[in-house]
């Protein structure tokens, strides 16, 4: 009976927290890696570590062998590949509090302002570019620029994306509803595909959302569209009414009313899918090494065989057939456990020498190496054979016994003399 296949019974509040502490963590690596393109390095990695699981169930020695190797070395592989996503992990944990931070008093709402601008721009052919940043700092991305601090407005934002402007080929950086830098130059897009979206100022939005939840809208100066950057994706919008409707949702989330509760809650809600893959996850890995890591006890009925028999023998009789084996191991190595593989083996060579008796060891049993035998029972296999062709002792009676005495005849009485004279 598979009692260790129900460890969920003996799950507390410890467990509980420990699990929901790792799925907060596996979702923002899972939502890192989708917004980036580090998603196909990702699944290669899952790949070669599906094929290590599934070597070792099977039990190929060689191909574990080498996946052992280069798992060996996952952290510094790991570190290498993923060091650009690893320091923005760090940093959007860095930046996460138990609430955001709620718009601060007396602020206007720069969206009108701004979708009238790029409204504008685009029916006017003027090339910009205005960043929005979320919760990650965006100063290690930015280069140059010039800091202004002053209030949104059409008549800032137009005198400074004006083609006579020295500033106008640079971003402009928004917080809130102030201008805090313009004239930045952002980071571009990685790979060749980031100049195919657009021109330069096409692959700097793309390039600063895919490093950052920064949100980033494009004026094109040679077709009059505007685009939206987000989350490493470029689009096309068809009418202002997108860009006001997007931008009102970005602030809100930045900004969240007091009622909107906690950021955990509103992130749960934005990567629903990521959450449900990493809460799957993290049950498999605490199902495998929390109670999969406890010592336990089980024994199983291990049928008894016969190998190497002599030509020309044949067991007459096996007695046991079956033993009970005890074993101790980590739970998680029962979980791919087959018993119905498990066997005590008997060299039948030695019943040429007349032997019947056999003592079954470890040696007798095929069975994981992360287990430990305690002990067999019985631990004495008696084997009667005979030679092929010769038919099959018959069973003694007591009668017919050789060690059962002789019976003494019984002694007939002698006839009586005859008197004398008769």
């Avoid at 620029?145 to 800032?156: A, E, F, N, R, T």
């Avoid at 920064?214 to 009059?224: H, I, K, M, N, Y």
Wanted: some cysteine; aromatic content about 8%; hydrophobic content about 45%.
């Amino acid at each position: 009976m598979r009692q260790f296949l129900s460890p969920f019974l003996e799950i507390g509040l410890a467990d509980i927290i420990d699990i929901v502490i790792v799925t907060a963590l596996v979702t923002a690596i899972l939502t890192l890696v989708r917004r980036t393109h580090a998603g196909f390095v990702a699944i290669g990695i899952l790949i070669v570590a599906a094929l290590y699981v599934v070597a070792r169930a099977l039990n190929l020695q060689l191909t574990a062998w080498i996946f052992q190797g280069f798992f060996a070395v996952f952290l510094v592989i790991v570190v290498v590949v993923f060091q650009e996503e690893l320091r923005q992990l760090f940093e959007r944990i860095a930046v996460w509090s138990l609430r955001r931070r709620e718009m601060p008093r007396g602020t206007i709402d720069p969206t009108d302002v701004v979708v009238k601008c790029l409204a504008d721009f685009a029916r006017q052919s003027v090339g910009a570019l205005i960043a929005f940043p979320g919760t990650q700092p965006l100063q290690r991305y930015i280069q140059g620029g010039i800091d202004l601090d002053g209030k949104v407005s059409y008549p800032l934002l137009a005198s400074i994306f004006d083609k006579h402007s020295p500033g106008h080929d640079g971003a402009v950086i928004i917080e809130n509803d102030r201008v805090v830098r313009f004239a930045a130059h952002l980071p571009l897009a990685k790979g060749p595909h980031g100049l195919a979206v657009g021109g330069t100022r096409h692959s700097a939005a793309l390039g600063l959302s895919e490093r950052t939840d920064a949100l980033c809208f494009v004026v094109s100066e040679e077709r009059g569209e505007v685009s939206v950057a987000r989350d490493g994706r470029l689009r096309i919008l068809g009418r202002p009414e997108e860009a006001a409707a997007l931008l009102r949702a970005y602030l809100r989330q930045k900004h969240p009313e007091a009622e909107h509760g906690f950021v955990w809650a509103q992130l749960v809600r934005a990567n629903r899918v990521e959450t449900s893959v990493a809460l799957g996850l993290v049950i498999a890995l605490w199902y495998l090494f929390v109670p999969g890591s406890r010592s336990v006890e089980f024994t199983f009925e291990v049928p008894v065989t016969i190998q190497n028999l002599p030509s020309g023998y044949e067991v007459e009789s096996l007695e046991p057939k079956t033993v009970r084996a005890k074993f101790t191991g980590p739970r998680r190595s029962f979980y791919i456990f087959d018993e119905e593989r498990l066997e005590a083996t008997i060299d039948g060579s030695l019943v040429k020498l007349g032997r019947r008796t056999f003592l079954l060891s470890h040696e007798s049993l095929n069975y994981p190496k992360d287990l430990t035998l305690q002990d067999i029972e019985p631990e004495r296999v008696r084997v009667v054979s005979r030679k092929a062709g010769e038919p099959a002792a018959n069973p003694r009676t007591p009668s017919a016994s050789p060690s059962a005495p002789p019976q003494p005849t019984p002694r007939q009485p002698k006839p009586p003399k005859k008197a004398k004279g008769q």
